[in-house]
């Protein structure tokens, strides 16, 4: 009897612990496949829109090899005050969440919408790529910095770690197309770093990370290591070309 009952509690074991198992596959799935689909999916619809209303897309070839540099996903805090309003003759700042531009960055093959403002639902979990909202503008004096994710929903910035010195990022909207190219990159820091998104930016924790002068940059940050929010990885570009639609 003893036995029998044994039996039983090992055989109900085993069907709880399977039935657990194709939960988790499922979530996994769920998590790595189906948002990432989603999220393509409606950030795919979203670039096809920008195009349709401003008109053709800009043609680009693809990004030329540069040399070897020296060397999110949460967002990093926004330090300081509001460095985004815009200089007379600019166009308002965008609503939040919307999306108003294109960045493309031909080196990992990245073709993403960018929208206001870097919450999780309206934005990042969309697939699109999310502008710190009191940051400067593209093509703007100061720092046009955005944040992605790197691993599921879309994962627009899962490759950026690929990027080298002079390779070309554009970022597209209805009265210009600016071009970056990228300068510098931080492989790790904490996600309270705020200095790598400052208008002039800089590391506050590896401070010979950053620059030390006004310019006109671009800041790309998503969390490393892959799977994980531990750290923040950072990428830098610098305004190299504007040109009217």
């Known amino acids: 009897m003893r036995r029998r009952l044994l039996v039983r509690a090992l055989w109900g074991f085993a069907e709880v612990a399977v039935s657990l198992g194709v939960v988790l596959l499922l979530l996994v799935a769920h998590q790595l496949w189906w948002t990432n689909r989603l999220a393509r999916d409606d950030a795919g619809r979203t670039v096809q829109a920008l195009e349709r209303e401003w008109g053709a897309p800009v043609s680009l070839s693809p990004s030329p090899p540069g040399p070897e540099p020296g060397a999110v996903s949460t967002p990093i805090p926004v330090p300081g005050p509001s460095s985004s309003a815009a200089p007379s003759g600019q166009p308002p700042s965008p609503r939040w969440d919307q999306a108003y531009a294109v960045l493309r960055i031909p080196r990992i093959g990245l073709t993403a919408p960018v929208a206001e403002g870097t919450g999780k639902g309206g934005v990042l979990d969309r697939g699109y790529v999310g502008h710190y909202t009191r940051t400067a503008q593209a093509g703007q004096a100061g720092n046009f910095a955005l944040a992605g994710h790197r691993n599921t929903h879309g994962e627009p910035f899962r490759r950026i770690d690929r990027l080298r010195r002079g390779d070309r990022i554009t970022v597209e909207t209805r009265e210009a197309v600016y071009t970056y190219t990228v300068d510098q990159s931080l492989a790790r820091t904490a996600p309270s770093d705020s200095g790598v998104i400052a208008p002039v930016p800089r590391s506050d924790i590896t401070t010979s990370a950053g620059y030390g002068e006004p310019g006109y940059y671009l800041t790309l940050?998503?969390?490393?290591?892959?799977?994980?929010?531990?750290?923040?990885?950072?990428v830098w570009g610098k305004l190299t070309a504007m040109r009217p639609r």
Do not use: A, D, G, M
């Open 221 to 234: 940050t998503t969390c490393t290591p892959e799977f994980s929010s531990r750290y923040r990885l950072v």
